[in-house]
Protein backbone atom coordinates (compact mmCIF):
# COMPACT_ATOMS: atom_id res chain seq x y z
CA UNK A 1 0.00 0.00 0.00
CA UNK A 2 2.66 2.42 1.14
CA UNK A 3 4.66 1.06 -2.24
CA UNK A 4 1.42 2.60 -4.48
CA UNK A 5 0.86 5.43 -2.07
CA UNK A 6 4.40 7.08 -3.37
CA UNK A 7 4.26 5.48 -6.79
CA UNK A 8 1.47 7.91 -7.11
CA UNK A 9 2.95 11.00 -5.29
CA UNK A 10 6.02 10.55 -8.03
CA UNK A 11 3.33 10.29 -11.01
CA UNK A 12 1.85 13.50 -9.16
CA UNK A 13 5.16 15.12 -9.06
CA UNK A 14 6.35 14.57 -12.40
CA UNK A 15 3.16 15.57 -13.92
CA UNK A 16 3.20 19.04 -11.99
CA UNK A 17 6.82 19.27 -12.78
CA UNK A 18 6.02 18.81 -16.36
CA UNK A 19 3.39 21.08 -16.71
CA UNK A 20 5.26 24.00 -15.19
CA UNK A 21 8.42 23.32 -17.81
CA UNK A 22 5.79 23.25 -20.78
CA UNK A 23 3.94 26.37 -19.56
CA UNK A 24 7.69 27.80 -19.30
CA UNK A 25 8.76 26.96 -23.01
CA UNK A 26 5.17 27.85 -24.44
CA UNK A 27 4.93 31.60 -23.69
CA UNK A 28 1.54 33.85 -23.99
CA UNK A 29 1.50 34.67 -27.35
CA UNK A 30 -0.79 36.82 -29.07
CA UNK A 31 -1.58 38.42 -32.66
CA UNK A 32 -3.80 40.64 -34.50
CA UNK A 33 -4.45 41.66 -38.09
CA UNK A 34 -4.73 45.41 -38.78
CA UNK A 35 -4.84 47.23 -41.95
CA UNK A 36 -2.19 44.83 -44.36
CA UNK A 37 -0.24 43.62 -41.21
CA UNK A 38 0.29 41.04 -38.74
CA UNK A 39 1.01 42.39 -34.89
CA UNK A 40 2.65 39.72 -32.64
CA UNK A 41 3.26 39.89 -29.16
CA UNK A 42 4.83 37.52 -26.93
CA UNK A 43 6.53 36.48 -23.65
CA UNK A 44 10.08 35.09 -23.98
CA UNK A 45 10.76 31.24 -24.42
CA UNK A 46 11.52 29.93 -20.95
CA UNK A 47 11.14 32.81 -18.92
CA UNK A 48 8.61 33.02 -15.76
CA UNK A 49 5.29 34.35 -16.45
CA UNK A 50 6.14 37.30 -13.39
CA UNK A 51 9.09 38.62 -14.84
CA UNK A 52 11.31 38.79 -17.96
CA UNK A 53 10.91 39.82 -21.85
CA UNK A 54 8.33 39.98 -24.83
CA UNK A 55 8.48 41.19 -27.71
CA UNK A 56 6.30 43.36 -30.45
CA UNK A 57 6.71 41.67 -34.27
CA UNK A 58 5.42 43.21 -37.62
CA UNK A 59 4.52 41.18 -40.55
CA UNK A 60 3.63 42.47 -43.75
CA UNK A 61 0.46 39.97 -45.34
CA UNK A 62 2.21 37.03 -44.01
CA UNK A 63 5.21 35.53 -41.36
CA UNK A 64 7.67 35.53 -44.20
CA UNK A 65 7.62 39.46 -44.80
CA UNK A 66 8.81 41.18 -41.20
CA UNK A 67 8.65 44.83 -40.79
CA UNK A 68 10.13 46.37 -37.67
CA UNK A 69 9.91 45.21 -34.11
CA UNK A 70 11.15 45.54 -30.52
CA UNK A 71 12.47 43.40 -27.40
CA UNK A 72 11.07 44.88 -24.25
CA UNK A 73 11.69 44.22 -20.82
CA UNK A 74 8.62 42.93 -18.88
CA UNK A 75 7.48 43.24 -14.91
CA UNK A 76 4.70 40.99 -14.82
CA UNK A 77 2.28 39.18 -17.18
CA UNK A 78 0.86 40.67 -20.65
CA UNK A 79 -3.00 41.01 -19.62
CA UNK A 80 -4.10 42.55 -23.33
CA UNK A 81 -2.98 44.64 -26.02
CA UNK A 82 -4.97 46.62 -28.58
CA UNK A 83 -3.57 47.95 -32.05
CA UNK A 84 -5.27 50.99 -33.32
CA UNK A 85 -4.62 53.90 -34.82
CA UNK A 86 -5.25 56.65 -32.15
CA UNK A 87 -4.56 59.90 -33.60
CA UNK A 88 -6.63 59.30 -37.00
CA UNK A 89 -3.28 59.92 -38.67
CA UNK A 90 -2.82 56.39 -40.79
CA UNK A 91 -0.41 55.74 -37.64
CA UNK A 92 -1.15 52.29 -36.15
CA UNK A 93 -0.10 52.14 -32.48
CA UNK A 94 0.52 49.70 -30.28
CA UNK A 95 -0.55 49.30 -26.42
CA UNK A 96 0.50 46.90 -24.26
CA UNK A 97 -1.04 46.22 -20.62
CA UNK A 98 1.24 44.53 -18.36
CA UNK A 99 0.39 43.37 -14.97
CA UNK A 100 2.71 42.83 -12.11
CA UNK A 101 2.53 39.55 -10.00
CA UNK A 102 2.35 40.77 -6.28
CA UNK A 103 -0.16 41.40 -4.23
CA UNK A 104 -0.96 44.72 -5.76
CA UNK A 105 -1.47 43.65 -9.47
CA UNK A 106 -0.24 47.08 -10.35
CA UNK A 107 -0.78 47.74 -14.19
CA UNK A 108 1.18 49.88 -16.62
CA UNK A 109 1.07 50.74 -20.45
CA UNK A 110 4.03 50.34 -23.36
CA UNK A 111 2.60 52.48 -25.80
CA UNK A 112 4.15 52.19 -29.42
CA UNK A 113 3.44 53.43 -32.67
CA UNK A 114 4.21 51.81 -36.06
CA UNK A 115 4.38 54.26 -39.33
CA UNK A 116 4.64 51.25 -41.74
CA UNK A 117 8.47 51.61 -41.55
CA UNK A 118 9.65 51.96 -37.89
CA UNK A 119 8.33 50.91 -34.76
CA UNK A 120 8.97 53.07 -31.77
CA UNK A 121 8.19 53.50 -27.99
CA UNK A 122 6.17 56.16 -27.06
CA UNK A 123 6.24 58.15 -23.45
CA UNK A 124 2.51 58.26 -22.06
CA UNK A 125 2.93 60.09 -18.70
CA UNK A 126 1.88 58.92 -15.28
CA UNK A 127 -1.24 60.29 -13.50
CA UNK A 128 -0.60 63.71 -10.93
CA UNK A 129 -0.21 62.31 -7.47
CA UNK A 130 -3.43 64.37 -6.82
CA UNK A 131 -5.41 61.29 -9.18
CA UNK A 132 -3.60 58.68 -7.52
CA UNK A 133 -4.31 59.61 -3.96
CA UNK A 134 -5.66 56.11 -2.41
CA UNK A 135 -3.69 54.18 -5.21
CA UNK A 136 -2.45 50.76 -4.05
CA UNK A 137 -2.64 48.75 -7.46
CA UNK A 138 -5.40 46.73 -9.27
CA UNK A 139 -5.28 48.80 -11.83
CA UNK A 140 -7.84 47.74 -15.20
CA UNK A 141 -7.58 49.26 -18.64
CA UNK A 142 -9.71 49.72 -21.87
CA UNK A 143 -8.82 51.58 -24.77
CA UNK A 144 -10.68 53.74 -26.60
CA UNK A 145 -10.12 55.11 -29.79
CA UNK A 146 -9.29 59.11 -27.85
CA UNK A 147 -7.74 57.56 -25.05
CA UNK A 148 -7.25 54.70 -22.27
CA UNK A 149 -9.57 54.48 -19.38
CA UNK A 150 -7.68 53.60 -16.39
CA UNK A 151 -9.71 52.07 -13.18
CA UNK A 152 -8.08 50.76 -9.99
CA UNK A 153 -10.60 50.82 -6.43
CA UNK A 154 -9.44 53.44 -4.05
CA UNK A 155 -7.96 52.59 -0.26
CA UNK A 156 -8.40 54.15 3.10
CA UNK A 157 -5.15 54.29 5.33
CA UNK A 158 -6.95 51.37 7.59
CA UNK A 159 -7.93 49.37 4.52
CA UNK A 160 -6.35 45.97 3.62
CA UNK A 161 -5.13 45.13 0.44
CA UNK A 162 -8.06 42.41 -0.37
CA UNK A 163 -10.67 44.66 1.11
CA UNK A 164 -10.71 48.44 -0.56
CA UNK A 165 -13.32 50.42 1.14
CA UNK A 166 -12.87 53.57 -0.82
CA UNK A 167 -14.93 53.73 -3.98
CA UNK A 168 -13.06 53.15 -7.02
CA UNK A 169 -11.65 55.64 -9.24
CA UNK A 170 -12.09 56.33 -13.19
CA UNK A 171 -9.13 58.01 -15.49
CA UNK A 172 -8.75 59.21 -18.90
CA UNK A 173 -5.55 59.88 -20.75
CA UNK A 174 -6.08 61.85 -23.37
CA UNK A 175 -4.41 61.09 -26.85
CA UNK A 176 -4.03 64.91 -28.31
CA UNK A 177 -3.80 66.71 -25.25
CA UNK A 178 -1.39 63.98 -23.59
CA UNK A 179 -2.86 64.31 -20.07
CA UNK A 180 -5.13 62.23 -17.62
CA UNK A 181 -8.43 63.55 -16.14
CA UNK A 182 -10.52 62.19 -13.88
CA UNK A 183 -13.76 60.97 -15.24
CA UNK A 184 -15.08 60.01 -11.14
Known amino acids: MKYIEKLLSGIVLFALISTIAIAAEYPTRMEQECRDYKVIISEG ?15 RDRLDSFVAGTLQKRDGSIIKYWVLDMNNHRDMEIIVWIRSAGSGAYGYLDVFEFDGKKLKSI ?27 RNFPIYTE ?25 LN
Open 123 to 149: KVSSPPKELLLGYRGRDYFTVQKDGII
Open 45 to 59: VGEPRSIGSYDVRIY
Open 158 to 182: QDTMSNPTGGKRTLKFLFKKKKWIR
